[in-house]
DNA sequence: TAAAAATAATAGACAGTGTTCAATTTCCAC
DNA sequence: GTGGAAATTGAACACTGTCTATTATTTTTA
């Protein structure tokens, strides 16, 4: 067969990833398929490498969706709250991850080869999670040390990032922790607390 | 053929671990090879079954081989040391990572299926190092607040392992991090520092 | 010592995987 | 209509983990 033109190539980019994500959080990325994907939307396996050019920029595309499904998540449980907004935003962190489990571990599960560098839209969609993670941090803080806002944004996101993973992948299990949740938002408040 | 003897099941046992230790360091997890194990040691595909049962044990094997030697270097680092102790314990947490960053990572990039539980014997390599982690902030706490080493070693572990995955993975190249070493460091400071 | 049992090791078959690419069909503009 | 551009295919390739019947060697037993 040759061309369908059921869809432009824009719309056949967007219909792969809607697809590659869903089989993502279903199946996790150990157990993802190019050609599962492709048989899916009813395309053969020669489509997606035509679209994506290879099985690494597929991965990254739909990583790149979970990032958007994390900030849009992250946003709507931010808006218009008052209160600890930190605290909120820990909470969507987790609660983000555990509903979206393998979709979320995929985004740590791939690697690309050290000598290729992630696209450039990828990078956007991880500071802009990030920016959102920064102005609620500058916001907790007091006034005079509005500056170290960035660097601890970064530091208590990987943070609550450890605490994240080692309840989903188990390690926490393993050593009898029984609140992690609460564990990390602890961490957070110490280095809030901290006295320079 | 059959049978040739050369070494007992144990032995055999011993050399598939290092040579798949060994693959595990080079190539990664993403691209680390059973049949390339049974290849290097002169041995066929299948005897890599015999031996191990499935895939899974056998990572499971090589991730605790890196677990041990995760143990002795933390131990060794620690030998006899005075001053900050658990400074040097977070300082060897990242210098192990960085210098066997592949087998560190494999650690955390294979999981078992969720309705299968790992080795006894992995369960136990991974507490030994937490008990390690455990002593050192007994120690580095006051007294009054021994009980909450336990609790406190597990959260400042996902906390080191944050900073340490995220520098490992990319992910603070992509931020401008550039002493996350420094950033883990203040993290736990602070958690000590507490105020209860 | 001869037969039986246990152990060690093999290699091929199977069903998957990512990757490539020449061939084919369809659409659109002229 | 016709030519060229765009879209799509599916077979071929070199891998992967997994399973299992078969074979060769040792050790044990009688």
Redesign the pocket.
């Known amino acids: 067969?040759?061309?369908?033109?059921?869809?432009?190539?824009a719309e056949?980019r967007e219909i792969i990833i809607a697809e590659g994500h869903r089989q993502m959080e279903n199946v996790g990325f150990a157990h993802?398929?190019?050609?599962?994907v492709?048989k899916r939307i009813?395309?053969?396996?020669?489509?997606i490498?035509?679209v994506f050019g290879?099985?690494?920029e597929?991965i990254s595309a739909i990583n790149g969706r979970t990032l958007d499904l994390w900030r849009d998540y992250l946003e709507s449980r931010l808006e218009g709250a008052g209160g600890d907004r930190l605290k909120l935003a820990v909470d969507a962190y987790f609660e983000f991850a555990v509903v979206h489990r393998h979709a979320w571990a995929a985004l740590y599960d791939f690697r690309l080869p050290d000598d290729i560098a992630p696209p450039e839209d990828y990078l956007e969609k991880v500071t802009a999670i990030v920016r959102i993670v920064t102005r609620e941090v500058a916001r907790a803080l007091p006034e005079a040390r509005t500056a170290e806002a960035e660097p601890l944004a970064r530091s208590l996101l990987a943070t609550v990032h450890g605490h994240c993973f080692f309840t989903l992948n188990g390690t926490f299990r393993i050593l009898g922790e029984r609140d992690p949740l609460s564990a990390a938002l602890e961490r957070v408040s110490d280095a809030l607390a901290r006295r320079t």
């Not at 067969?1 to 190539?9: L, T, V």
């Not at 993802?32 to 599962?36: I, N, V």
């Open positions: 067969m040759g061309r369908r033109s059921d869809h432009s190539r056949l993802f398929s190019a050609r599962e492709a009813g395309y053969s396996i020669g489509t490498y035509n290879s099985y690494d597929l």
